[in-house]
Nanobody, 127 residues
Framework: QVQLVESGGKLVQVGGSLRLSCAAS????????MGWFRQAPGKEREFVAA????????YKDSLRGRFTISTRNDAETTVYLEMTNLKHEDTGVYYC????????????????????WGQGTQVTVSS
């Protein structure tokens, strides 16, 4: 069974930067898509970004340019989310997600069809 473990969430000031990591374990992946969702207080979980093992990526339109997703697949399959110029509205719990499909998995993740979720990591942006 796949396990996703996020890390990197913390309190950061407005305008600051943060990098989140998510490591997948439990099986070997030759083809996959991994991504990030977030949930702000009182709001529904929303798609942030996703990347496939082939290197294709999708972003929520409003976050493109500030957020960058990347992945590494060696001894461990890991996805990163680099966030810059953070704003109050970026506050929330960030969840890692995985699809067992590659480029097709990007479409699935965007639609919220996920094969595995992480437990979430809290990001708080304050003044």
């Amino acid at each position: 069974q796949v396990q996703l473990v996020e890390s990197g969430g913390k309190l950061v000031q407005v305008g600051g930067s943060l990098r989140l990591s998510c490591a997948a374990s439990g099986r070997t992946f030759n083809s996959y898509a991994m991504g990030w969702f977030r949930q702000a207080p009182g709001k529904e979980r929303e798609f942030v970004a996703a990347i496939s093992s082939g290197g294709s990526s999708y972003y929520k339109d409003s976050l493109r340019g500030r957020f960058t997703i990347s992945t590494r697949n060696d001894a461990e399959t890991t996805v990163y989310l680099e966030m810059t110029n953070l704003k109050h509205e970026d506050t929330g719990v960030y969840y890692c997600a995985l699809s067992q499909f590659g480029d097709y998995g990007l479409d699935l993740l965007q639609r919220g069809t996920v094969d595995a979720w992480g437990q979430g990591t809290q990001v708080t942006v304050s003044s």
